[in-house]
């Protein structure tokens, strides 16, 4: 054992080493998963980002071109109406769409005639501001001016261009006042006729791309299906109108269309997931090697131990036949205690290999009994009166108390294998000169079977892990008392095979008190009642 036990740990600290470096590896891979599929999302988060800016650009250009259109053809009819007579009423003319709340002139001499809702001081004062530059005597015909202002308090699109009555005749102004929502239609249009993404690339783009215009102040003007989950561009309509912004927003959707192998979700989680599986079997892996160098030095202390219990009664076997043999008894008593030590330890000799060979089954799983019911009384009394020299000889008695009528369903070799298992650890362990106390009795159909002796006892919180095989006290195995420490063992697994419990308590005369209860026992007198 102490031969092995380097080199043993030796291997397990290669394989834990090892696993770890296998735990590393993994880790250093699942690190550069991570950090190419970040990268893989950073670049299609790029590809999104320029599809919305090419959005946005396509948007602003086919935005001015379709104001400049709408603008110009209802200036020119404002501007047709003054040049061919008096200002109409904005009600009394066509004009493609466009409700205006107001039509103004302004002369070269910034006299300002309107028609339609009545203009305050403030709206005069802008339109005269807005209108300045048209009216100039140096200025063409044709010049526009588009302003975003306040009329009544309430924002409005100001238009104007300069126009000449005659070639002789200074620059007047004339043009319209009309609510945001006049912007709203050609603004549709271009939304409907105005492809913002390639066509070749993707279909039903109106679903992935939204619009929002909006006003210096942040007044609505126009918006179309903005998505919440989106990348977003922005610009300024300065061109067409002053004063108006907007913004594109391109679904995240879109990236199945638009970027190969779409937007990657985030592996992190499974990353996470794949890292801890690793480390958790590495746990295991760990705690398993430790298991089995726990289990190899376990099962080498047991061969130890069986062999020392096989060495002293085949010495003493040897020993007395060849005296026998040689004739070197001098009387027949002699002889004949020769002959009983030799019985003895054969009896000895064939209840440890009866443990061992039950132990083994019961490991393999093939642990089978062949239970009929039987008196529980006559067994554990024979099995007392053969196991008394074994007692003798280690300087103990065994006292009976057993209730003879119990009878209970039994595997009569099993439950002798238990009493001598518990018999054979009272004499060991009891003190010098002891009375073991075996009794019989039952119990609300329990047949309680108890072993008790006058040694140290087992401290409470050993009491649980006694039954666990190859388990020995500290005590015990520091002693000179030799064990193998699968005999509690045997006794818990056979008393399973019944059906019962078996477990440790305090002794009425300070030692341990053994139990074993075996289920299904009734009277004899209660069977033949029932017969």
């Not at 109406?81 to 066509?94: D, F, I, M």
């Not at 990348?231 to 002053?242: E, F, H, K």
């Not at 009983?340 to 009896?347: G, K």
């Not at 063992?489 to 030692?511: F, K, N």
Request: charged share 20%; proline share 5%; glycine share 10%.
């Amino acid at each position: 054992m102490s031969r092995n036990s380097p080199r043993r740990i030796s291997r397990l600290g290669i394989v834990m080493a090892l696993l770890v470096l296998t735990l590393g590896v993994a880790s250093a891979l699942a690190w550069q998963a991570h950090q190419a599929a970040r990268s893989h999302r950073e670049a299609a988060e790029r590809v999104l980002q320029d599809y919305a800016e090419f959005a946005a650009w396509q948007f602003s250009r086919a935005a001015r071109q379709g104001l400049d259109a709408s603008l110009a053809q209802w200036l020119g009819i404002v501007a047709c109406s003054v040049q061919t007579g008096r200002l109409p009423a904005p009600s009394g003319l066509t004009m493609g769409g466009l409700d205006a709340r107001a039509l103004f002139v302004v002369e070269a001499d910034r006299t300002l005639t309107s028609t339609g809702e009545p203009l305050d001081d403030e709206a005069r004062a802008a339109i005269l501001a807005a209108v300045q530059p048209s009216i100039d005597p140096g200025r063409r015909s044709g010049h526009r001016v588009v302003r975003v202002v306040q009329l009544a308090g309430r924002p409005a699109i100001l238009a104007a261009h300069a126009v000449r009555r005659s070639p002789a005749s200074p620059p007047a102004a004339a043009g319209f006042v009309a609510d945001l929502d006049v912007l709203e239609r050609p603004l549709s249009m271009v939304m409907r006729n105005s492809p913002l993404l390639p066509p070749t690339l993707t279909s039903g783009a109106g679903e992935l791309v939204g619009v929002r215009v909006r006003t210096d102040g942040g007044v609505p003007v126009f918006e179309s299906r903005l998505a919440e989950d989106a990348v977003r561009a922005a610009g300024t309509l300065t061109d067409a109108v002053g004063g108006l912004h907007y913004e594109v927003s391109l679904s995240r959707a879109a990236a199945g269309a638009l970027v190969i192998g779409g937007l990657p979700r985030s592996r992190l989680p499974l990353l996470v997931g794949l890292l801890a599986l690793t480390a958790g079997l590495l746990v295991v892996a760990a705690l398993q090697l430790r298991r089995e160098h726990e289990l190899t030095r376990l099962r080498s202390d047991f061969v130890s131990s069986v062999s020392h219990e096989l060495r002293t009664p085949l010495a003493q076997i040897r020993l007395f036949s060849e005296t026998l043999l040689l004739g070197r008894v001098r009387s027949g008593r002699e002889a004949r205690r020769s002959l009983e030590i030799i019985q003895q330890e054969s009896q000895r000799l064939a209840h440890l290999v009866e443990n061992v060979l039950y132990f083994s089954r019961g490991e393999r799983g093939a642990g089978r009994l062949a239970p009929v019911p039987a008196r529980l009384g006559g067994i554990v009394t024979e099995l007392v009166e053969a196991f008394a020299p074994l007692a003798r000889a280690g300087d103990s008695d065994v006292r009976v108390d057993v209730r003879e009528d119990v009878v209970a369903p039994v595997d009569g070799g099993a439950i002798r294998q238990i009493l001598l298992n518990l018999l054979d650890n009272a004499v060991k362990y009891g003190r010098t000169g002891q009375t073991i106390l075996v009794t019989l009795d039952r119990r609300e159909g329990m047949a309680v079977i108890a072993v008790e002796d006058e040694g140290p006892g087992v401290p409470a919180d050993a009491r649980g892990r006694i039954w666990a095989p190859y388990s020995r006290l500290a005590e015990a195995a520091d002693s000179a008392v030799a064990g193998t420490g699968i005999g509690l063992a045997v006794v818990r697994d056979l008393t399973a095979l019944h059906g019962g419990a078996c477990r440790v308590e305090s002794g009425a005369r300070g030692g341990a008190r053994f139990v074993v209860e075996i289920p299904h026992a009734a009277a004899v007198a209660d069977l033949a009642h029932a017969s």
